[in-house]
């Protein structure tokens, strides 16, 4: 799946793929708000959630700058974007 066809998709289709495709990474949390960083094919994407209200939003992205708020991921984490 291509980051176009995952941001077409309505929020809980993504959800779904993100939780049947992807490689879980992170969890990080800011202001209440959780967020769980995954890989996927060519791609990241994000679940915010909070533990009371549930999925607030998922998005998909490419930007290497969106992995600021992960620190210590690794290196290798980096070369799954070309």
Not at 34 to 56: N, Q, R, T, V
Not at 68 to 74: E, M, T, V, W
Request: glycine letters at 6%; aromatic letters at 14%; one cysteine or more.
């Amino acid at each position: 799946m291509t980051l176009y066809q995952f941001n077409s998709l309505d929020q809980n289709d993504k959800a779904n793929t993100v939780w049947e495709s992807g490689k879980f990474i992170k969890t990080v949390v800011h202001c209440g708000v959780y967020k769980a960083l995954y890989a996927m094919d060519d791609f990241f994407a994000e679940i915010h959630f909070s533990p009371e209200d549930g999925i607030k939003d998922v998005q998909g992205f490419k930007s290497k700058t969106r992995l600021l708020p992960y620190k210590n991921i690794g290196l290798s984490l980096l070369t799954v974007l070309n």
